[in-house]
């Protein structure tokens, strides 16, 4: 079982929660929370650049033309 | 362009001008020897295909790994990417240790730096990842043969290996290069490991309809017995490409690593492999990396469900056939005729074919990959 932590949410979000994952997959309140923010982290982590240099990215284009997929 | 999974493209190649010392150094070193899979995923790691990874699991991620399907820090992840040594090669060695890593070759590739050594249980392992303990299935077979203690930590590349695929191997930071400079913003990535028949070819037009590009990656490596050797495969889908599909539209490249045959998790697996490659969104067919009757023919579709921060968009597609009254490959969502219209693409029959050295029907696979398939005496992995 993984470690888990308590954060805190308004009584009436967490019953209005509670009353929608009724008769779905979602077991528990804390289900609910941690898929919404993970799926929320997921587009905000999409959002970042590509990490490699401008000096790397002609570097690469060399060998792909090399190679002739350019 | 997606980002690589977890944010960074991961980068262990050893500077070229630290290559040469590192060889020398490696010859000083206590050494571990490695099978050839277990090369090829060093490889993976170090050129980012396994991102976030740098190194072989520790305990805390192993299990996290096991049990949560994700790693420590909460990024999905379903494969344990580990290596296995023995009590005799672990003898001496420890925590803060550099070990050289030696290919099947006897040539030194990596070097290791030792973060953890702990041991594991088969049991567990193969239950969780294979769903099964059965040695029938070919990856608890793997695992029940595997060594007795597991060794986390970093790895550096010192030399990339040579094989006989080489124009076909990019990096995943040339890919996502080679996507850029087509003009690419979305890409569907395709796994098989397979030669490819009308029906793969239906699934592969279908998703490219939707996106800019195609991204073909055939698995390179240990299959088993039955299986199209590589060779083939590649052979067959050159053919295939040359002959009917827009070369702008479509890359291939090989991904070297071995079928683990775990189903439902090595799809996950395989989606996050192919997002680091830059494609947004990936193929999965039924029974994916499936084997026998181990999984639910859907599971591998399913299980996606629980991963809504995979950040790669996952594109299920139906069992297809070909219909007699439809003309044309289909699936039973868009085909309204009943099953004595259908032409199952059946592995078996195409293998006795084969063997036979008959051409399959042109409905089921197209005339120039049979031509290069029946190049071969013995097309199948022994």
Known sequence: M???????????LYD??????????????????????????????????????????????????????? | MLPPHGGKLVDRVLPTERQQGALEEAG????LNVGDDLAKDIENIAFGAFSPLEGFLCENDYMSVLHEKRLSNDLPWTLPIVLDASKGELKGLKQGDTVAIIDPLKEPIALLDIEQIF???????????????????????KTCAMKDSLVGGKVSLIRMSFDEFQKYRLRPIETRVLFKEKGWRTIVGFQTRNIPHMGHEYVQKTALTFVDGLFINPVIGKKKSGDFKDEVILAAYEALLRHYYLRDRTVMAVLRTEMRYAGPREAIFHAIVRKNFGCTHFV???????????????????????FPDLGIIPLPFKSFFYCKRCESVVNEKICPHDSTQRVDFSGTDLRSRLIRGESPPAELVRPEVAEVLLRWKNPFVE
């Not at chain 2, 000083?28 to 050494?31: G, V």
């Not at chain 2, 041991?119 to 392992?125: G, M």
């Not at chain 2, 067919?285 to 009757?293: L, P, T």
């Open chain 2, 119 to 141: 041991p594991f249980n088969r049991e567990e392992l193969a239950q969780e990842v294979f769903g099964t303990t059965d040695r029938a299935h070919p990856g608890v077979a």
């Open chain 2, 284 to 306: 999965v067919g039924r029974d994916h990396a499936g084997v026998g009757k181990y999984y639910p023919p859907y599971a591998a579709q399913e299980i996606f469900d629980e």
């Open chain 1, 16 to 70: 209005r929660i509670g009353a929608r994952i009724r008769g779905t997959e979602f077991a528990s309140v804390s289900d609910y929370v941690t898929r919404v923010i993970r799926e929320r982290l997921a587009v905000e982590e999409n959002q970042k650049p590509q990490g490699y240099t401008k000096e790397e990215e002609e570097k690469v284009k060399a060998r792909l033309k090399a190679l002739g997929y350019l």
């Open chain 1, 2 to 12: 993984e470690k888990r932590k308590t954060i805190e949410v308004p009584e009436a």
């Open chain 2, 28 to 31: 000083k070193l206590p050494q």
